[in-house]
């Protein structure tokens, strides 16, 4: 029978993740079907079991459900472990594992296909829920001179950067009244839901200069996010959406399915042809 995977979300109907993981399993010979199903908030546990129950292998998760994938799985792989969400799952036996490969797929996207080199820079994320939490990490592991965290509701963001205090390396976090004052920023990575209803935190204009790289973790179908639209309006540098990031974090997760690892430049390329 031909595997069956999905990811779930909500609103989900945008997703590229069905095309994607058909262009990978025709790209490496697997026999899979990838579908995106849309589950309402606190229906995640739910539908995870009638997936598992019609036979699916795994999933992929995206908002607003990484943080009840993480507590759902019985293991934990390392990258989930330390991210405390997970957007990817799949079954060994009965045990439902849960790993994360966010933080890797943005840190490909911005060495790999933008050659941004995070190491000695200043970075600033927006956000503190499921989308961030799985990249603090990975971005940490560059080295930056500076990661600060920033969200609306200032013990969520605090909170994330404790857990990974014991690194010894510049995290630190607060409200959006941090920003007033300081320099702009090198790589300002947007990791809300905002745009899903066309808006943008309120960060000062001052977190952009002509050296930075405004990275939107979202994408659109057509045309700019809020974000990168709000970042190129203020003289950012370059302003990108998540797309790359997107395509990179569903390579790994089709590894960690498959055992196979399928190049992304070409699925890339075929999503957003070079300009």
Known sequence: MTDRYAVMGHPIAHSLSPRIHAAFAQQTGQDLVYEAIDVPPGAFAEAVARFRAEGGQGLNVTVPHKEAAYRLARRHRPRAEEAGAANTLWWEGESLVADNTDGVGLVRD???????????????????????????????????????????????????????????LPITAGGFDTLAGAPPWDLVVHATAAGLEGAVPPLPPSVIGPQTLAYDM????????????????????????????LVEQAAEAFFLWRGVRPRTRPVLEGLRPPS
């Open 218 to 245: 979202m994408y659109r179908r057509d045309g700019e996010t809020p974000f990168v639209r709000w970042a190129r309006d203020q003289g950012a540098a370059r302003a990108v959406d998540g797309l790359g990031m």
């Open 110 to 168: 911005l060495t790999d296909n933008l050659g941004f080199a995070p190491a000695g820079r200043r970075i600033l994320l927006v956000g503190a829920g499921g989308a961030a939490q799985g990249v603090v990490g990975p971005l940490l592991d560059l080295r930056p001179a500076a990661l600060h965290i920033v969200n609306r509701t200032v013990a969520r963001a605090e909170h994330l950067a404790a857990r990974f205090a014991s690194r010894g």
